[in-house]
Every structure is written in C-alpha cells, then in structure tokens.
C-alpha cells in the first residue's frame, strides 16, 4: 500500500510539470498582453517595454517558464496586471469555490445516491422510469438555462433567495449556486448508482446475506451498496476538479467570486501569472483527487489490492 | 411492505433537504442593501492599481472621481471645465502657465494640498521608472523627454517644465503652445497626491487617500469598495448622499438581475440583451445620454492598398454603404446616435461639435456608394474584412450588420466580412505591431471634453493614437495653429477646418456616438451620468 502511494505520488510530478507547461504555452500564443492594458490608446513604447520587463514577457518563453516554475517552488505565484499578488487572488477565490465545490458534492452524494438506490431497487416501477425521466430532462439542459431560470423564478419573482451571492459567499447563499453546478453530475450520478445497484441485486453475495436472514436496511447498506458505490466514487472523485474548474457558468450567473471568475478574469486579460498559478493548483486538486478515489477503492472492496 | 418504508425514508431525505435549500438565505432578500443614505452601485474589477496616473479605463476611473479633486473638474452637465482647486491659471503665451491654488483645501488625512503635492504627484506620473499608463498626458509638459525617454533609463527625475514657487503657486512650462491645456487639467492623472502616497505607497493603494467629497471605509479587491461621504471636504460639489458601495459584478445581467430584485440601486451599464425589456422594468428610471465616445472604421495607411488617392473614394463609398440609422436603431436599441461628424455632441456647438459635418459621405445612400468604389477600382484585395475583438462587447452583431449593409449595397455578398480576433489584448497588439490588413474597429473615448481630443491624437502624424498611421500635412499644420491660439472660439474653429481634411480625406469612417446607460432603482433619485457616461455619485439622493 505505501508503496504504491509513493509510485502513485511519483507519477503526479510529470503530469504536473506537462499540464503547467501546456496552458503556459497556451496563454502565451494569444498575443502580447500588456497591448491591452491601455485601453482604446496604444501603449507608449517605453512604458510598455518597462512593464514587459517587470512581468518577465520579455524573455524567451522557456526561460519564462522555468523562473515560473523555479518561483512556484517557493511558493511565489507572481503579480497580476492589477498590482495584487496571485497568492492573494487564491486565498480569495479558492475559499469560496471549496465551499460551493462541497455544496454541489453533498447535493450528489445525498440526492444521487439515494435516488439511485430508490430506483435501483425498484426498476422498471413508475419512480424509477419518472426519475429516469427527470435525470434525462437535467442532464439534456445547459447549466446556465438551468441556473437563470432558477435565479429568475426563486430570486426576483418569488423573492425566495437573494439572486446573488454576497461577497463572503456563506454556505446557505450558495445553495441553489450548488445545486445548479451540481445538476448535471447528480443526475449522472443517479443514474450509475441505479445500473450499479440493479446489477449487484442479483449477485451471490446479496442473495448469500439475504439468505442468511440479515436485515433488509442491512443488506442494501453494508453488502449492496458499497460494492455498488465503486463506480459512483470514481465518478465523483474526478468530479470535484471538474467542479472546481468549469464553475465559471455558475460563478458568472449568481456573482461569485470564485476561481472561475479569476480564471475568466485572467484568460480576459490575458494575465500569464493569474491563468497558470490558478490553473496549476487545479491540476493538483485533480491529482490529489484521483489518489483518493484509487485509495477508497480498497476500502470499499477490500478484494482490490495494491502490490 | 420493507421497501415502502426505504422509499419514503429516502424521499423524507430529499424533501428536507430541498425545504433546506429553499429556507437558505431567505431572510434578507429584498429591501436596497443599504441603510444611512447608502447607495449601491455595480463596479467592474479595475484592471490597474488605483493611482491617478495609472488609471486608463472606466471602472477606476469613476473610483478616482470620488475620491480625488484635481485643478479643475468638468462639469457633470455641460462637460465645461470648472477651476475647482485651482483659483487661477494664467498664462500670456499660451506656453508659459501660472497656476494659483485655492486655500484651505486638505487631503482626508489631514494634510494640505499645496503646489508640492502636484508637483511631486506629476513627476511621479510622467516617470518612466513608476510604470504609469497615463504618463503620456504630462508629455507637454517640458522635460517630458528626459524623465520619460523613448529607451532606455530616464535622465531625470522630475519635470524640467514644473516650478513650486510657494505652497499655493506653481508654474508649468510647456515644450509646445497649447492654449486649451488648461482645459485638460480635470483629467483624474492630474490630481495632486498627499504624501502618504510616497512614504507608503503598499498601504496607500490599499486605501487610498484623497481630498474628494468621499474617503474609503473599506475595499476588499476584486469584490467591493464601500465610501463613506467625508464632511472635511472643501469643495462645492459635497455628497449629497451617506456614501456608496461599489460591488464587483461577474456579469453586467447579473448586476441587472440583482436591481430588478431591489438589491442593488444603481447600474450603470445596462446589458445589450435587456434593452428591449428595460423600459418595462424600469419605466423613466432608465437613463440614456450621449456621452463621449465615438465609434469608427480605421484604416490601415501603412499597407500601401489603402494609401492610394483613388481609396479615398473607396472610403467615401464605404461609408455611404453603411446604413447607420437602421444598426443603431435595431441593433443598439437606439444607445448610439448615428455619427455625422468626428467628435461627440457633449462638446456642444461651442466646444467643436458640427452636425453634419460629414455631409453626404456619412448618409446612407447605396447607389452613390456603388458607383464611388468602382470609380475608386474597387474594394482594395477584392473583400474588405472588418477586424474587431470577439472576446468582450458585442462587437460581432453590428460588425456583421456593417457588412451586410456593404453587401447589399455592392449587390455582392461576399464583398465585405467580419475578421474576429480572439481576445481584446491580440487585437490591439495586432494594431500597435501595424499587423491589420483591412478596416478594423476602432472607439475613442474622451479623456477630456475638447475637439482637440477628438483630433490630434487619433489623427495627428505620429499621436499615441493614430493606430492607422494617417498622415496629413495640411492636417498637422491646422492643428499646430490651432493649438497656438490664444482665442478659445479661434482655437475651435480652426480644429473643425482640420477637422475637414479628416472628412475630405475620410481618414476614417465615423458610425455612430456612443451613449451612456444606466437604470436605478426607486430608493434613490437625482441620477444622471456625466459626459463620460459615469454617474454622478455625489449628487444621488437617497429617499
């Protein structure tokens, strides 16, 4: 097991460099950036060449990168064109995406796996094909649909909720944001819970410890549903970096301040050091993320072993 | 039955948690988000860090507005500039400036504003050394060279051009005649800085400091800035009103979502997509002014296609092509005015605006316009391809329009398409690198109410803003004599006989004036936007 841990966390280091270096080239083929600081006016020549200088563009793209990734290191992610340091953009932004990431997370695992096993165990009855119905409905309609309408209907009609979220964006603001973000993916993970549960049903095991006379409520919890979980937990572990990164909808429609807006921001103005030190911290959540999910599956199914 | 009671157990968990999120942040919807004469207002993250010099754009502008008072200040009405600290500037030669400050006036902490705080705010500004966006506007300034040279590290630190003489008097020298710049002096790069500034310039951007009607209470960056309405403020234009909190918007739809819900009272940018409803939603509280943008085609002159005296009439055709009044009116929802000269109508009669001075090249006319490109041999590479960012704006509806006004004239659909160019920043780095092969779109927004703004640096040979190169010697002289005038109406009059040669020459094609828009909500009255199509905060009351 801890070997495999290491390997696991060896392998994490060329994804991470190859990952970084990719959006780095990415961002720096769109053009020269500080063209578009100064507005509708050209830039003078000299103090453009002095901000060039002071963000490091004037050097070779390679060179940018390694004294990128060498500050990296020290925990320097750089300056963003507005003058604040990027460390402090995250300590911002991040905040608030990990509380509406864990928003959208519970919505999946309480409301998917639970409409998952209901319909599981009752497939082909009226809830399951009406939940199969749904599921299909919110997994056929873009997120931002979903979301101004909800902010429409529950916002400005009904005046239920504030239809945006304050700065400090607390958990109960961001519950519907939560929900939006997490429709697509509930849905999705609805529907593995059901083919999961709806197979296993019938394996030897469950017909074993129905056989032996366990409770029902045990049976469904202790045998069937976690080996069923397996594929739902790969799907939800990969998901939480998808969260985090594709907010940018959701964080756009209900104003918060999240990393997808930083992202936007940065992609906007074409900020080097915003889009990359953001970027590289998601690629770490994503890593990390993948880890667990691997180590969970020992514990879920204790027949999976790493040599 | 064993499974019933698991379905409702699961059903039960589903219900409470809906009733949870419904529940959720209830309680303090509706109702303005402010109380003591707060008013709220939807702001744009800054794109620089707040320092007069340094700010170039809209959002950090109208921030500085508040919080800082320079010589003089336009007038939110009529665009005039006002002396507001300054109690006189003279000058006899047009060259040669006397400034005199008013007494008693002193930045929020405590600290007079005298000659040395602008003095030392200008050197600052014009330095290269200290990266500012707007050092170009001290340029006149003499010594301008030396602290600012074109390479290489400045040779000075200060402006030879700028003397304190005592605290409440400073001359300027200037390295050209230029009888209006005292006009120019309500532009926020000019306003004086308090020391703070420099013995702590982290601390200080983090909270400036200023001598306007309000002070900062608190600003979380990227997110909010709350003002507090300062009663040490000496000017005339006091706070009419507690304060204002200005809150970052991800989305101008959804800043106009929150004012629809009452929690927000005042935008001032209202989204492309909601002006068909906003009269609806907001009757006679949606506001729509001209302000001081113009939009307009350029043209490559360095590409030797469009620097031909035969394109002149193929830029007459262009612009007769283009069918302004029915894009304004459909597109834009009637937010732009069609264009019939080069400046903007804020300027008023007096200020250099002509109505009409563009004549029939600026009226639609699709017939003339045939015959004056084939006349002219033709679209130069047989397509005209209009440039523009794709990224921010919605610039590709009209650019798109454009063309098919072009299209439908030339009786050729493929004459005329639009070139998107993927984010703001490539664009104009494919305009300063003198990359564009066709027309490109091109807006100009004021940073001071004159004609001279309007011309010199869009049109002048060699201005910071002559993206296109044109290049005209009878233009350039007009401009010289104009800016030689002592004569305020002579100087203006000789700025709209340059600006004839812009139209004789169709330099560029002007299409229609901005407008400013903006909507309130009903907690509060007295709004209005200046000729910038910024609100005038100070004077919004709240009921």
């Known amino acids: 097991m801890g070997r495999y841990v290491i390997r696991r966390l060896l392998q994490m280091i060329p994804v991470f460099f190859g990952a970084t270096l990719l959006i780095f080239l ?16 050209a830039c003078d020549p000299a103090t453009a060449a002095q ?28 300056t963003a064109f507005n003058g604040q340091k990027v460390t402090e953009l995250m ?195 994503f890593l990390i993320a993948n880890l667990i999910v691997d180590l969970l599956y020992a514990v879920l199914d204790p027949r999976i072993r790493y040599a | 039955m064993r499974g019933a009671t698991h379905a409702k157990w699961a059903a039960g968990a589903i219900v409470i948690a809906l009733a949870a999120t419904a529940c959720g942040g209830g309680g303090s919807s509706g109702g303005g988000s402010g109380a003591d004469g707060i008013v709220s207002s939807s702001w744009g993250d800054p794109q620089n860090p707040l320092e007069p010099a340094n700010t170039n754009e809209v959002q950090g502008g109208k921030v500085l507005d508040m919080l800082m008072r320079g010589l003089k200040r336009y007038d939110p009405k009529t665009g005039e500039a006002q002396n507001m600290i300054a109690d006189k500037i003279d000058t006899s030669d047009s060259q040669n400036f006397t400034v005199t400050l008013k007494d008693g006036w002193t930045f929020s902490n405590g600290e007079k504003v005298t000659s040395k705080s602008f003095v030392d705010a200008w050197n600052y500004g014009a330095n290269l050394k200290n990266n500012q966006k707007n050092a170009s506007m001290f340029s006149y300034i003499d010594g301008y060279d030396k602290i600012h040279p074109k390479s290489g590290t400045p040779a000075s630190d200060t402006l030879s051009g700028l003397k304190v003489v005592d605290d409440k008097t400073f001359t300027v020298k200037l390295n050209q005649k230029f009888s209006t710049w005292p006009d120019t002096l309500g532009y926020p790069a000019f306003a004086p800085l308090p020391r703070a500034f420099f013995d702590d310039h982290a601390s200080w951007l983090s909270k400036p400091i200023g001598d306007g009607p309000y002070t900062v209470d608190s600003y979380t960056k990227g997110s909010k800035l709350s003002m507090r309405t300062w009663a040490g403020y000496m000017g005339p234009d006091k706070a009419q009103n507690g304060g204002i909190d200005l809150k970052v918007y991800t989305d101008n739809n959804t800043a106009y979502t929150d004012l629809t819900a009452g929690n927000l009272d005042l935008i001032d940018d209202v989204p492309a997509s909601q002006l068909k409803n906003v009269k609806a939603d907001l009757g006679d509280r949606y506001i729509n002014t001209p302000a001081g943008i113009i939009q307009t085609l350029a043209f490559p002159y360095y590409d030797a296609a469009w620097n031909t005296p035969d394109a002149v009439k193929v830029r007459k055709g262009i612009s007769m092509a283009i069918n302004r009044q029915q894009i304004t009116d459909t597109i834009f929802q009637k937010t732009r005015t069609p264009a019939t000269d080069w400046t903007s109508p804020v300027l008023g009669a007096a200020g250099g605006y002509k109505a009409g001075l563009c004549g029939d090249a600026c009226t639609y006319n699709p017939a003339e316009a045939k015959k004056l490109i084939t006349e002219g041999g033709g679209i130069p590479g047989g397509q005209l391809k209009i440039a523009y960012n794709a990224d921010t704006g919605s610039h590709k509806e009209w650019v798109d329009a454009v063309c098919n006004s072009i299209n439908n004239a030339l009786g050729n659909d493929k004459a005329c398409v639009g070139g998107p160019v993927g984010t703001y920043a490539d664009f104009r780095s494919q305009i300063t690198q003198s990359k564009m092969s066709g027309p490109f779109r091109a807006g100009w927004q004021m940073d001071y109410p004159l004609i001279q703004n309007f011309l010199q640096p869009l049109y002048y040979t060699g201005a910071s803003s002559n993206d296109g190169k044109w290049t005209n010697a009878e233009f350039d ?6 800016n030689a005038d002592t004569d305020k109406a002579k100087a203006v009059a000789d700025f709209q006989q340059a600006e004839g040669v812009v139209r004789d020459q169709m330099a560029a094609i002007p299409l229609w004036y901005q407008n400013g828009s903006a909507g309130y909500s009903d907690r509060v009255s007295n709004v209005a936007l200046n000729p910038f199509s910024v609100p005038v905060y100070n004077e919004i009351k709240v009921s």
């Open chain 2, 477 to 482: 002289k007009l401009v010289d004599q104009a």
């Open chain 1, 51 to 78: 901000l060039k200088k002071e963000f490091g563009l004037d050097k070779p793209v390679w060179q940018q990168y390694l004294t990128y990734m060498g500050n990296v290191f020290t925990g320097d992610f750089g």
């Open chain 1, 91 to 285: 300590s911002a932004a991040f905040p608030v995406t990990i509380r509406l990431t864990i928003v959208a997370i519970v919505f999946e695992v309480v409301i998917g796996i639970s409409l998952g096993v209901v319909t599981g165990l009752r497939r082909g009855r009226p809830v399951d094909t009406v939940v199969l119905m749904l599921t299909l409905i919110v997994i056929a309609i873009p997120v931002f649909v979903t979301g101004l309408l909800l902010q429409l209907l529950l916002g400005v009609e009904w005046g239920v909720i504030r239809p945006t979220v304050s700065p400090e964006a607390p958990f109960n603001e961001l519950l519907i944001p939560g929900l939006v973000l997490a429709s697509v993916s509930l849905a999705y993970v609805t529907r593995l819970t059901r083919t999961s549960i709806a197979e296993n049903r019938r394996a030897d095991y469950v017909r074993t410890a129905i056989a032996k006379g366990l409770p029902r409520r045990r049976v469904i919890t202790r045998h069937l549903l976690r080996n069923s979980l397996i594929p739902v937990v790969t799907f939800i572990g990969t998901d939480v970096g998808a969260l985090m990164g594709g907010a940018i909808v959701t964080e756009r429609i209900f104003n918060i301040h999240g990393v997808g807006y930083q992202l936007y921001q940065g992609i906007l103005r074409q900020s080097t050091q915003t889009v990359v030190g953001f970027v590289t911290v998601l690629v770490l959540v």
């Open chain 1, 26 to 41: 990415m961002v720096n083929v769109m053009g020269d950036p500080i063209a578009g600081l100064c507005g509708d006016k």
